[in-house]
Nanobody, 114 residues
Framework: QVQLVESGGGLVQTGGSLRLSCAASGSIFSGASMAWYRQAPGKQREFVARIFSGGSTTYADSVKGRFTISRDNAKNMVYLQMSSLEPEDTGVYYC????????WGQGTQVTVSS
């Protein structure tokens, strides 16, 4: 069983920054790719960023150059550093992984005020 717990969300003004954290349980964390998704009110959940076990990363076009995903395998942690935030970044941010099954965290709210 894998458990994911997000933290670090909050209210920030346009142009501000936030750092989200995801604490993962499970000894196979280091071999798994990890991702962040988000869901804005009234919209479908969408991909934000992914980091593979080797450290390579991919990003949604909408966040490239503004967001950075990273991981600390020793601590079983994944991070999402968000900068130059825009109101369109508002939503609930979820940590995700697939290890024989899909696992989602409970989400953390990010609100960017204009």
């Amino acid at each position: 069983q894998v458990q994911l717990v997000e933290s670090g969300g909050g209210l920030v003004q346009t142009g501000g920054s936030l750092r989200l954290s995801c604490a993962a349980s499970g000894s196979i964390f280091s071999g798994a790719s990890m991702a962040w998704y988000r869901q804005a009110p009234g919209k479908q959940r969408e991909f934000v960023a992914r980091i593979f076990s080797g450290g390579s990363t991919t990003y949604a076009d909408s966040v490239k150059g503004r967001f950075t995903i990273s991981r600390d395998n020793a601590k079983n942690m994944v991070y999402l550093q968000m900068s130059s935030l825009e109101p369109e970044d508002t939503g609930v941010y979820y940590c995700y992984t697939f290890i024989f099954a899909a696992y989602w965290g409970q989400g953390t709210q990010v609100t960017v005020s204009s």
